[in-house]
């Protein structure tokens, strides 16, 4: 049956403040994406060969931007130079040590309204 998360697709309202977001300030890669006849960008995390986020460019968005999916969750590291990032940048997001198991979560959301979190093993310090 399942054996694991392949990607997530969302649609972005603004390509660049999207682009900027996922590639700039997360460390995501644009790569390689076959000619699906519409406009997207299909993006890559360091060592992982599959696309972890599919995008559509020029659709229309929808009324709720989250629908049924409460957030993305992505598993991080850097945790000190990625808070010293949205940091410098002024984005916003809320971070956290998760209780029990001492995850560290940092919540923050895209241009298009959708939240992300960004997962750090608990042995990273600030």
């Not at 998360?5 to 390689?32: R, S, W």
């Not at 979560?105 to 608990?122: I, R, S, T």
């Amino acid at each position: 049956m399942i054996v694991g998360m392949n990607h997530f697709t969302i649609t972005a309202e603004d390509e660049k403040q999207t682009l900027d977001f996922y590639v700039g300030l997360l460390g995501l890669k644009v790569g390689h994406r076959p000619d699906l006849g519409f406009p997207g960008a299909w993006l890559y995390a360091d060592g992982n060969p599959n696309a972890v986020l599919h995008m559509y460019f020029g659709r229309p968005m929808p009324t709720l931007r989250t629908g049924v999916i409460d957030h993305l969750a992505f598993t991080s590291s850097g945790l000190r130079e990625v808070k010293a990032r949205f940091d410098q940048r002024g984005h916003k997001y809320t971070l956290q040590q998760q209780v029990g198991a001492g995850t560290w979560q940092l919540f923050c959301q895209d241009p298009n309204g959708a939240k992300v979190e960004l997962d750090f093993d608990p042995s990273e310090t600030l």
